[in-house]
């Protein structure tokens, strides 16, 4: 073999930085489709699924470049392809996803497959010509190749950790997948000097190429006017009304705000849980709240407005998404509106029992929701936070089968005393897909939360059970909510 070995520490560092890498572009790769196709299980299947995919490529394909052509030229030239593949992952995903957008599982395949494979099918390549460079001796293949393999996966645990709990809470995704990039440009350029093989032309030239892409793409800007760490979110304005604002989250609008006039909700299904919030109590009474995710706060807002005097709660998992909320929708908290951030699985624990006359489910989206937050044992918790005659009113969006929305139906049936479903007129008994309002109370509901208009359809609680006929409730360890959701 040609050349020299490159040492212990340095074969570990350069399989560490490499495989890590991989793992950061994975994590940071959901982030970067989720505007265009969504976010939801099929979607993140996707990306892992074709990342491990380069993984296996690079590593078989690695292996045999490094047998036919000199590692120590190779090397740099890896990394920094893998750096400026990394680079061009955000134009790339920008690029075809504006064209594939709301094309689903298909879309989110095709896009990860352009802009995903590539970088880490060159990146994976690395350590098997760190390892043709390192092994000298047969006799320690077993120890090269396992220590190897070993500092490969801590890089990995290295940048999934590092990506989980510092990239993607503190660092656009953009700014990040180029810094890494230029990382990796950095320490090609550094062994290609330091080697003296000859790559260090070539691998200034692809840093160049590099440093233009991500130049051209900051120039261009992001489809969010912020990154939470959650979600891609913007704010966008309406031509019709001034103070009219509707929040978008990845590429669904999520909530509609009024900034002059709390009361005007927009949507159909905050019209909905509106009339459930008019009906709980007599009108002009004020209502202890409790809202299982904020989005905008429309609702939150509209029932301060209604009934002054109420107190509303909000359990809302994004904090980002809520400073957003306060700079662009003017939310504003204090003692009638209080936020908690978390998990509403973990904090609607410390809700007070017999504390609400409404709960307001608006966790969901059209296609992924929080299965955790679907299930009878987080229901039966909804039912302990509500007072004797209160209501929980949840939103669920479904198309065509209605599977969802079905499973659901029976999950509240099992705990709750009154049920009813409330959507869009449909052709026959059962309520057309879309936004679905399902009300459900220890006792019977009171028929002034149940809306009145020619285009809505209302079941009852024996038509509710017919509705949900034959589906299985959800539970803690049989939710397919995403798999039930119909696109």
């Known amino acids: 073999m040609r050349g020299a070995r490159t040492g212990p520490a340095v074969a570990a560092g350069l399989v560490f930085a490499a495989s890590g890498a991989v793992l950061v572009l994975e994590i940071l790769g959901i982030r970067l489709v989720a505007p265009y196709v969504g976010l939801t299980l099929e979607t993140t299947t996707a990306i892992i699924g074709t990342v491990l995919a380069g993984i296996a490529a690079g590593a078989a394909a690695g292996g045999r470049l490094a047998d036919r052509v000199d590692p120590r030229a190779l090397l740099p030239l890896l990394l920094a392809a893998g750096g400026a593949l990394a680079v061009a992952t955000v134009p790339l995903v920008r690029l075809f996803g504006t064209g594939l957008q709301g094309g689903g599982d298909a879309a989110a395949l095709l896009i990860a497959l352009i802009a995903l494979l590539p970088p880490a099918a060159v990146l994976s390549a690395v350590t098997p010509t760190v390892a043709k460079l390192e092994l000298h001796d047969l006799a320690a293949t077993g120890s090269v190749v396992g220590r190897l393999s070993a500092w490969a996966t801590a890089g990995g645990l290295a940048g999934t950790f590092v990506s989980g709990f510092v990239v993607v809470p503190l660092i656009p995704t953009d700014v990040a997948i180029f810094a890494l990039g230029a990382g990796l440009l950095a320490l090609a350029l550094a062994m290609a000097v330091a080697g003296r093989s000859g790559a260090a032309s070539p691998t200034a030239k692809v840093a160049l190429v590099a440093l233009v892409i991500a130049a051209a793409t900051l120039a261009v800007g992001a489809p969010c006017d912020a990154e939470t760490t959650y979600h891609c979110a913007r ?253």
């Open 235 to 487: 704010v966008d304005q309406d031509r019709s009304n001034p103070g009219g604002r509707t929040l978008v989250l990845e590429d669904l609008q999520h909530s509609y705000v009024d900034l002059r006039e709390p009361r005007r909700l927009v949507f159909d299904y905050t019209r909905w849980i509106g009339d459930a919030a008019d009906g709980a109590a007599p009108r002009g009474e004020p209502l202890d709240a409790l809202f299982v995710g904020g989005g905008g706060f429309t609702l939150p807002r509209y029932v301060n407005a209604t009934r002054p005097g109420s107190r509303s709660r909000v359990l809302e998992v994004d904090e980002d998404l809520v400073a957003l909320v306060r700079e662009r929708l003017g939310l504003r908290t204090g003692p009638a509106l209080r936020v908690r951030t978390g998990d509403a699985r973990v904090t609607l624990r410390d809700e007070p029992t017999r504390s609400a006359d409404l709960v307001v489910g608006d966790a969901f989206s059209g296609r992924a929701i929080p299965w955790h937050l679907a299930t009878e044992e987080f229901l039966a918790d909804v039912r302990r936070v509500l007072r004797p005659g209160g209501i929980y009113a949840l939103n669920v969006i479904d198309h065509e089968s209605l599977a969802l929305a079905r499973a659901e139906a029976a999950t509240l049936l099992k705990v709750f005393g009154d049920v009813a479903v409330v959507g869009h007129r449909g052709d026959g008994e059962e309520p057309a897909g879309g936004n679905l309002v399902m009300l459900a109370s220890p006792t019977a509901l009171p028929a002034a939360a149940l809306p009145d208009a020619r285009d809505v359809q209302v079941l009852d609680r024996a038509a509710t059970a017919r509705f949900a006929r034959g589906a299985d409730a959800l539970r803690d360890l049989d939710a397919p909510a995403d798999q039930l959701l119909t696109p």
